[in-house]
C-alpha cells in the first residue's frame, strides 16, 4: 500500500485517525469546552463538542456529550446532528435509531430527513432501505439526482460521509433512477 492509500483508509475508518490519541485537542474543541462551562444547559455546545470528539476518535466522550445534548434538547434537528456523529462514530444502529426519530419528528418534512436515513443504512449495509431512502432524498431536494451537485452537495462533509453517499449515489444511478 502506498502512504496515500493507507491514510485514505484511515479517513475512512471512524474514529481511526486520532483514536489512539486520547487527550489530542483542537482549537475548536477547547472553544467548544469553554461554551459549556459558559452556558451548561446549551444543547447545541454539547452537540458540537460530541461530533468533534467522534471525529476525533474519542468515542466515550463523544457520547457523553450526545447523550447529555439530546437530554437538553429532544427535537428533530439535535436528534438529525446527534445521529449525524454517531454515524462518524461507526456506530451505525445508534445512528439510525437517532436519524428515524428525527425523522418522526419532523413527520418527513426536514430537508435532511431522507439523506441521513441513507448514510445509516449504507452502514448497516441495508442497500435496499438505503436506495429507497436515497430516492425520496432526490425526488426533495434534486441536486442530489445529478452526481456534479451532489458532490458539490457534500464537499464539506467527513470523507466517510461523502464515501457513504457517493456509494449509493452511484448504486441508484446505475440500478434505480429512472
Given at each position: 500500500m502506498t502512504t496515500r492509500s493507507i491514510i485514505a483508509a484511515l479517513l475512512l475508518t471512524?474514529?481511526?485517525?486520532?483514536?489512539?490519541?486520547?487527550?489530542?485537542?483542537?482549537?475548536?474543541?477547547?472553544?467548544?469546552?469553554?461554551?459549556?462551562?459558559?452556558?451548561?444547559?446549551?444543547?447545541?455546545?454539547?452537540?458540537?463538542?460530541?461530533?468533534?470528539?467522534?471525529l476525533l476518535g474519542r468515542k466515550e466522550q463523544a457520547r457523553a456529550d450526545l447523550k447529555k445534548a439530546v437530554e437538553l434538547q429532544d427535537d428533530a434537528p439535535m436528534r438529525n446532528r446527534v445521529g449525524w456523529a454517531?454515524?462518524?462514530?461507526?456506530?451505525?444502529?445508534?445512528?439510525?435509531?437517532?436519524?428515524?426519530?428525527?425523522?418522526?419528528?419532523s413527520d418527513f418534512s426536514a430537508h435532511y430527513d431522507y439523506y441521513s436515513l441513507v448514510l445509516g443504512y449504507w452502514g448497516t449495509k441495508d442497500l435496499e432501505r438505503a436506495l429507497k431512502n436515497y430516492q425520496l432524498a432526490a425526488e426533495k431536494d434534486p441536486r442530489l439526482a445529478e452526481?456534479?451537485?451532489?458532490?458539490?452537495?457534500?464537499?464539506?462533509?467527513?470523507?466517510?460521509?461523502?464515501?457513504?453517499?457517493?456509494?449509493?449515489?452511484?448504486?441508484?444511478?446505475?440500478?434505480w433512477k429512472l
Amino acid at each position: 500500500m502506498t502512504t496515500r492509500s493507507i491514510i485514505a483508509a484511515l479517513l475512512l475508518t471512524p474514529g481511526a485517525v486520532l483514536a489512539a490519541e486520547p487527550n489530542f485537542t483542537t482549537p475548536k474543541l477547547e472553544n467548544l469546552t469553554k461554551q459549556i462551562a459558559a452556558h451548561p444547559d446549551s444543547a447545541q455546545a454539547y452537540s458540537n463538542r460530541g461530533y468533534t470528539l467522534a471525529l476525533l476518535g474519542r468515542k466515550e466522550q463523544a457520547r457523553a456529550d450526545l447523550k447529555k445534548a439530546v437530554e437538553l434538547q429532544d427535537d428533530a434537528p439535535m436528534r438529525n446532528r446527534v445521529g449525524w456523529a454517531y454515524f462518524n462514530l461507526g456506530d451505525y444502529e445508534e445512528a439510525i435509531r437517532h436519524f428515524e426519530e428525527s425523522a418522526k419528528k419532523s413527520d418527513f418534512s426536514a430537508h435532511y430527513d431522507y439523506y441521513s436515513l441513507v448514510l445509516g443504512y449504507w452502514g448497516t449495509k441495508d442497500l435496499e432501505r438505503a436506495l429507497k431512502n436515497y430516492q425520496l432524498a432526490a425526488e426533495k431536494d434534486p441536486r442530489l439526482a445529478e452526481f456534479k451537485s451532489l458532490d458539490e452537495r457534500t464537499a464539506e462533509w467527513t470523507p466517510l460521509e461523502r464515501k457513504a453517499m457517493h456509494e449509493i449515489y452511484v448504486l441508484w444511478s446505475k440500478a434505480w433512477k429512472l
